[in-house]
């Protein structure tokens, strides 16, 4: 997909350059194929950037899911929610709960939904999330935050495999696992 849109970036833009004609009218011309050509790159962009990625996607129970990805935007830098889709009224779970969400955590996707059916299964500390964090303040801080009504499975300590590293589920049943190499 990405060599196709590439081969239609060159052909339009050759075509054009072969077309154009030096008049009046050649600027009007020149910023038409100028918003053609931002028009492709933008697509060739958003393709690149959905073509493959793998999600981390929260199923939550207990219908917190806004809570949760608002807690962890704020938490998070370069972090952004990007679309939030609604239960409407009559539907199966309280109208306004998230039916899907899609937001970014330091710039990995992230996706999320209040489930209306009660599942036999929840959140399991076997499947977390793994931060390499960049130096013992953002550690402490992270872990603090996440901890926080939460229950800490290992406290902030050196085990051997780095120089300090801490395992907390949070107050959303989400695990994750911190480390300071």
Known sequence: MKKILQILILNSILVS????KEDKNSSVEKEKL???I?????LINENNSN???????LTFQKNNAENAMNFYVELFDNSEIINVKRWEKNAPI???KIMHATF???????????SPPIHDWDFTPAVSNYIECKN?????????????DGTIM????????SKKFGFVQDKFGVSWQLNLQ
């Open 94 to 96: 309280d109208e306004g």
């Open 51 to 57: 073509n493959h990625q793998i999600a981390t996607f």
């Open 154 to 161: 290992m406290p902030l300590n050196n085990y051997g495999f």
């Open 17 to 20: 350059c072969t077309n154009f």
């Open 34 to 36: 100028q918003l053609e």
């Open 104 to 114: 970014k955590l330091n710039g990995n996707l992230f996706m999320c939904s209040d």
């Open 38 to 42: 931002d028009s492709l790159k933008k």
């Open 136 to 148: 013992e303040s953002e550690l402490e801080k992270l872990f603090s935050k996440l901890s926080h």
